[in-house]
DNA sequence: GATTCCTTGTAGCAACTGCTACATGGTATC
DNA sequence: GATACCATGTAGCAGTTGCTACAAGGAATC
């Protein structure tokens, strides 16, 4: 590996930190340089423009988010869809993964601003996720698997974004409310 | 009323409209002024600053939204937290609320930012519809209003956010989907 | 030893950002 | 008719943005 593949490589793992601590706050080329620690004109050396570096970042970070989210709750065991909300409910508020689910909240709304390169972020992530909760999912026969996925998923992201916005710890009650409301 | 008011109030009404066309990709102050069919220095007669201007253009858009949420679900006789949900996810997933909810997002995102004057809109608009909740909730005597109201708004949110992220007519499936998961 | 490529620094550009100083014509008030 | 205030245009400032031209030191290759 070329040295400048490995200051690449360095400058990811960094800037996957700087992201799931600032969120897309500090995103500047120089500020994102800063946090690398190298100068902004190198940054430019390692990626082709600021879109690739964000790309490779949330690519790591996505990287990241799948593995612990297939840890959390393994694939061996299908789960009635209640129950899945439930745990992954648990899990995704927790405060390991709570930085996480923000920074997936504010690349939603980039991406929805069309702000290169969120919108094919968005898109990979998301397929991960209907793929996770897809493998792990216990539905009878003929239901709507893709419609089920899609809002176990809502009912996840909801609970980050109501989250992101309480000042208060609401998150506990929040998740044992949304468990009593669901089916078993 | 003065002109300057009257101009006031028609770039407001104008930029509402700019906002949840376009959400919050084109908010320069010369892009804001733009849209509402003045002069960048003329915004800023109107307006102190960037700032306000997007805090009234907000406030008014968040009125409108509480209006129609208001008389989509009068608070005459509550509903269980189920049919609630239920109504309400039909509703703003509907093609007349969606860019409500888009931008609702997006505010969200901004606020997590930190960017002014978006967290305090944040907040304004989070009371609101925990209010709105709170007067249309039929629970029993000792249940967490709190958390389930919390809870409620989460899985609204949450359906407009995978909305958001979808190129395909995912949202009225999802509805479907989650309409089944809920107990009565 | 000459040449070429990898790596890095300095400096800066053009576009855009929010915002402001200044001038000017009009209208109302005294 | 003088004065003061309202409304608006022109011009521009200082800072930030993403990105680039150019040069130069060092290592590797011929």
């Known amino acids: ?9 360095a400058a990811i793992e960094r800037l996957a930190g700087h992201l799931l601590a600032h969120g897309l706050a500090r995103t500047s080329l120089r500020q994102l340089a800063s946090a690398a620690g190298v100068s902004d004109r190198m940054l430019l050396y390692y990626f082709a423009d600021k879109a690739e570096v964000l790309a490779a970042v949330m690519t790591r970070v996505a990287g990241e988010l799948s593995l612990r989210l297939a840890e959390a709750i ?9 129950e899945l909300v439930r745990r992954a409910a648990a899990f995704t508020t927790g405060p390991e993964m709570r930085r996480f689910m923000r920074l997936w909240v504010e690349v939603v709304a980039a ?10 972020i968005v898109a990979q992530v998301m397929a991960g996720f209907r793929d996770w909760v ?3 999912l216990d539905l009878p ?6 419609g089920t996925a899609a809002a176990v998923i809502a009912v996840i992201d909801g609970l980050a974004l109501v989250d992101i916005c309480s000042e208060d710890e609401i998150a506990p ?12």
Do not use: C, H, N, W
């Not at 026969?141 to 893709?146: F, K, T």
């Not at 009650?173 to 078993?184: N, V, Y």
């Open 111 to 120: 991406a929805a601003r069309g702000e290169a390169p969120f919108p094919a």
């Open 74 to 82: 393994p694939d061996g065991a299908p789960l009635k869809p209640a």
């Open 134 to 136: 897809d493998t792990r």
């Open 141 to 146: 026969e003929g239901a709507d698997r893709e």
């Open 1 to 9: 590996m070329s040295i400048r593949d490995a200051q690449r490589e």
């Open 173 to 184: 009650r929040m998740a044992a409310a949304l468990s009593t409301l669901l089916a078993e």
